[in-house]
């Protein structure tokens, strides 16, 4: 989980990029970092903290200088160490040169890889999959940045979306199923790359193209050629984007994720359990599907949970005082919008189950008759490979509880999930054809890929 | 504009004060202070920045100790210096002991306080008015705090309510009129305040006590007692609290802040143009009252403005690059809800107009139809003198134009406001009997008392 | 303890003092400040820090505009808070205007004055003598700043001098007695004022006058004019300024402080024990001692301690891992140079002898054969009420141990320390008319002053 | 020009590494780094500033635990970007586990390396030579760390004194001829190592083996092993080390540095001009020279240039304001010393001449007769090749201008250098068997070693 974004043969280029992370911090608050090329030398800073923290002092005409940058924020990933080493961009020094690289993404054969190269006798300076990418774009000295990527990508497995800079070119490259979005356009002389069309859009941009999967383009001054690198498919986007990750306002795999929102708070309209009085959002992934809900079905919407926008991030410690105090510190209930109600709560999915039961029995200490849970996604049966944080599978409260006594486990009254039928119609994709929904059916995305740990799942 | 809170002989006074301001943040992003008292010393912390921020590395047994604490969080004042000696608690040596002192509200009287406070020899070290108060609580050594406290409510004229800390004892005390709020509760063997209800409902307290206006609290470990120092009213609560400044789940003034928003919402509803196709909000402030509007008119609510959670206080530095971007960077569309639509916008005041009108132009471009600004509060026509950070006159956008002239001048097709008579009746005060309103009608709450600039306006 | 430094009507003048404040640094690490006023208007910044830290980000010409400015550097007094508000320049707001103000040295009459300005009802915000002299400087407003001075030197006993800021004018003042040293000269069109006559020499100059005791010096643009505010002595300078505090490269009371050290080692020389083999100074504040003791007896020069020059400063947390390293983490004793050896050890003074014991005790350790305390100064009997940081009676080796014993207690095979004649002589003043030889002799500088403490010695 | 320090086997050993930098921050105050090895698993922190600062907030016993840890100070090399990938230790991760190292000194064939080593397909991070050994070290699952070190050094040409940290193991290699010294002792049941003697000093250990040029030592919970790795000699070690780069309480490559020092000061006491009134230091490193140019010549010993001792680290930014000030900012010379004398001025060498200029220059107008200066070492008039940072040959005013010219060039009335001889005498090899010379006299240490740049020099 993190965003990227790239600016080719702009004025600016860094500055810019930096404005785009700002539109996808969302997608990475742990840290950020840009780097930029100008006559053949790459500069970069990164730092840990919000785009804004980490490039609060820089001159970027000075520091990050050139026409051609990428960047990256950095999702925290627990137990992880905070090393600096971990924060993108990766550089490298080849034959042929200094690289950048921002990767979105998770390799699923990692292991079978990182022995390989460790073999081949290199010395790797961190654990992180990026590096191995790296670690496959060197030798060939005679070989093209894209004809680098090329090659890697038929090595690694798994979900690569990546920008990568070197003096004169910058590439997008993704694997050749996509489980991970990218956008670009032409802008000014040159063009602008981003992980969801919002960052775009901060440009006036209102067109753009979709990454394709297996393919690699390549942009220099001499304009912009695509490379086909694998059979170029079939699609496996990530249908947890659109249920969770990107911003509604943005649009990714070609779809508008907050379209495909209402149409999941619409399927959830038709199904949910008749006289209720009013439904509430978790807050803020919530909140589309709920007013969807509202609309469709006309019970009232009320701001039943009230999240404080200034907690989270810095919420680092958990001491015991910050335990017993738990989600409160983070979220409240207005108990004049649940009391003596019966209530519809709606989130976008239930992973551990701990968040929800939390919420459902604040709800109930605020005095509802009835709490509800309107989830506008399946149940998460198995954890993600590919680059989403979710834990695994014996963490996830629907893996190890029967579905008719989950409402129970989470003391809600009921809990109303869509089918994988529904999720898919509301994405557009009524066939299943270009999404991987392994997380909420267990059904690989690429048979011949091996998972790790899915054995012990 | 900044929030308040104290904790008076329960354990770990401090750090519950620290998880009250979190509660209380959105009244004050600038910076944060506690006080805490132990064995007659006093102890204290303030910096820059959230409240996390502040006491990230605070260890508050060893930092600040003692069973009785106050803070604040301030709100960032435009052109003020950011010194540390503007920042609360301050602190104040007296014959009788040390002093710790936090204030929410504005004095009118500063100018006459301040040239008596100079001619009597005293030298201050700010232009603050709060330094002004803890000046007026010297001398008298036989007196108690509350006793200093009422002598100085008996000389300063404007909003103060405030908290107080000495060895031994916690006064909080109001103005004779109460502009500014703060709710108190039992807890433990001691007890709790804050300016909003929603930081003592984190510790599970569901009932409270408001401060009445001319009073000052006294609470030792014999007890609480009330005095009163002046005749006890009329109340002049700002009206503003409900309009914008609290947040929705609290109760300020013995009002649910929310249940008023809904009530301007459903005030709205009945007044709005005709045919719109979809109601949208100005996040954050708007949504309560957009909620309100969908569910009493059955017009479909959309997030048509997706607000950037991580901008804005960090947003300082207004270079020419961050104009043109403009309210882009906080604030993005999303056409696919407004495009081809009729769309109404709610937001709850319209001050120099010059957001609304970018907001305005955001949507037209984005393509929709129609855009009506409905705000659930009158024209903003005065500027505040007891504490909201409003500016001159002249920059208000409804004091300098003419009404109907007003929707052309924001770009809108049409601009519906509440009346003076919705807003009250919204706050439950349809007499107007307890609220200022002088920002939206000129009336002067204490008719006798001199406004600073009043004759320039 | 602490340094000060000024300069009024010339270009830069903020940036003059920052030069200036470095070449003082010796006289307090712990905080720096710089105030400087342009068109009526004062500015400030304050920190924890190195000079060079402090000023690490500063933009003089913007953050700290003007042709007049003042500064100070602070010396960490152990068990003080480490608050903002005890940083010079202290700023102060009075009917006649802002004055700012730095001040070294120490008033005797302390708690009088406080309970005096407290009785008149006025709060002040520390426990700093500073605060006492600018609460003193308040109303009159028809006076001039240098009358305000002078009319607080009436009222304030002991060490005061100082430099005061105010829009348009610099005034510097000294008690009557002149405990603290302060020069001046001409540069540009205006005049530099510092501590220590190393600070001007910077700026080429050669040529400096000595600020008289009793009198207050204003500077404006029509000129510089001499008050005297008392009769003008007798002078007390503080003895110990050259014993220890001030730069050997400085001139102090009109006398060369390395000078008057070669002067107290020729003294040593004289008087010290036969047959040593080598003399070694304790870094850095007996060198110049050291090398003339050398120079006059023809007995060999070594360094036999080497100090880490970056310890002590960030040496904060003493835990018991610290204090088993001991003096061994700031000084390493050289075996080549006095394994063998009868080692004269010079060093400036003998306070508590903690540091003379661990010293004697690495040396010996290190083979020395004997090892002779060499001290360029009488016995410290007593602590200083005028801004030395000298500790308790109770804490001085020499109150409690009887000079014949002192060599066996420190570990020594002899203690030679200059008797108070010749440390007079040493300093220029044999009648011991002008000097404060308190701390060595008991001899009170204005006998009818009150000392504090005085009668718990 | 770097220090390097370890601990095997030992209590805490990161925090007596800690100490142990502390000791040799004389040798880089740019940055710092520890590592320590717990478990098979590594720890590591690295920062810019002194090690004081860098570890201000280490716990070392949670942050680096362990009984095994190396670190390292890094000296600032001008022009290098401030990249943390540059801080030593540098971590690996190979086939057989993770590697931290750090190292002293420069590898010579660092081009031809690291080609080989790109053609290998491996990309590197930095263009550090640290780099291209860690790359070096991997491969061959079987091969010890011992093993993988003496590989390294059959490829890698030039200084490299190292310490690498594996599970279970320390290793401490020297490459064939030493030319960075590195110390060793028992302690407690382990090992402690450190570049300087004085390191181990600091934990009372008084005797210790220097490492020996050819060899890798092998530390585990089984003792100790040591292995040659090359024909083991000859001894190439660096003489500057002596004249300038270590403290003198040290002993490196088995002599003394003050020892040798003092022999430097005697030889020039018997060359110099003769009626000197009075000798000077340059500070620092010129103080144990001159005291036995004074000690052998009866000529008196003054300080007269006094060093700024909190100057220079922080003194990044050389604006013009700061180029006028000059060396007087760091340096100020004390006239009574100097005015109406002839001075002899002893500093260590004389490379680029630029400060003695203006130190001469300085002396002059503080009023002396005649400037001699005395320095312990002959001209250098070629670049080092080895890790001391000199410059260009064309910037070394000893290669630019005649002998005859050099006194008038550098404003002084004579100038007196050592000659190879006499400074092969002081450190103990007359007959230059055993030290690299290179920048005094060109001679190749290694003739069959490619010099980078030699034939441009």
Chains 1, 2, 3, 4 share one sequence.
């Not at 439904?279 to 919530?286: C, H, L, R």
Request: hydrophobic share 40%.
């Amino acid at each position: 989980m993190c965003r990227i974004a790239g600016a080719c043969g702009v004025d600016n280029a860094s500055n810019i990029v930096r404005r785009m992370l700002q539109q996808l911090q969302h997608g990475g608050q742990e840290g950020a970092g840009i780097a930029s090329e100008q006559d053949g030398k790459m500069f970069v800073h990164r730092g840990f903290g919000l785009v804004d923290e980490v490039f609060r002092d820089t001159n970027f005409g000075r520091d990050l200088p050139g026409r051609s940058a990428i960047g990256h924020v950095r999702y925290a990933t627990t137990g992880e160490s905070r090393r600096t080493d971990n924060l993108h961009p990766f550089l490298g020094e080849t034959l042929g040169g200094p690289i950048a690289l921002v990767h979105n993404g998770n390799l699923t054969n990692f292991q079978a890889l990182r022995t390989q190269i460790l073999k081949g006798g290199h010395v790797l300076r961190t654990d992180s999959d990026t590096e191995l990418i790296m670690a496959l774009l060197g030798n060939g000295p005679s070989l093209t940045l894209a004809e680098r990527l090329m090659r890697m990508y038929g090595q690694a497995e798994g979900a690569a979306t990546l920008l990568a800079l070197a003096p004169g070119i910058i590439c997008a490259g993704s694997d050749a199923h996509q489980w991970r979005p990218l956008v670009w356009a032409p802008y000014q002389n040159g063009f602008l790359f981003a992980s969801e069309s919002r960052a775009l859009g901060l440009f006036g941009i209102k067109a753009w193209e979709t990454l394709r999967p297996g393919t690699v383009i390549e942009m220099t001054q001499n304009g912009i050629k695509t490379h086909a690198h694998a059979a170029g498919g079939p699609c496996r986007h990530c249908v947890f984007e659109h249920v969770y990750f990107a911003m509604p306002d943005s649009r990714v795999f070609n779809e508008h994720v907050g379209t495909a929102r209402l149409r999941m708070g619409a399927a959830l309209a038709r199904r949910m359990p008749p006289n209720l009085d009013v439904v509430i959002a978790v807050p803020q992934s919530g909140l589309v599907a709920t007013q969807e809900v509202s609309n469709e079905s006309g019970i009232r919407i009320g701001i039943g949970l009230v999240r404080n926008p200034y907690m989270g991030r810095t919420f680092i410690s958990p001491t015991q005082e910050a335990r017993e105090l738990g989600v409160r510190v983070k979220l409240s209930v207005d108990d004049t919008v649940v009391a003596g109600k019966r209530v519809g709560v709606v989130d976008d999915s239930i992973v551990r189950g701990t968040t929800s039961r939390q919420i459902v029995s604040l709800i109930r200490e605020a005095g509802a008759l009835e709490v509800h849970l309107l989830i506008s996604s399946p149940p998460v049966v198995h954890p993600c490979y590919w680059g989403i944080d979710t834990p695994h599978r014996k963490h996830l409260i629907a893996a190890r509880v029967a579905p008719e006594k989950l409402a129970a486990e989470l003391g809600a009254d009921s809990v109303t999930f869509l089918t994988e039928g529904e999720l898919l119609d509301a994405v557009g994709d009524p066939q299943g054809e270009r999404h991987c929904t392994y997380c909420f059916t267990g059904k690989k995305p690429v048979p011949t890929h091996y998972l790790p740990g899915e054995e012990n799942e």
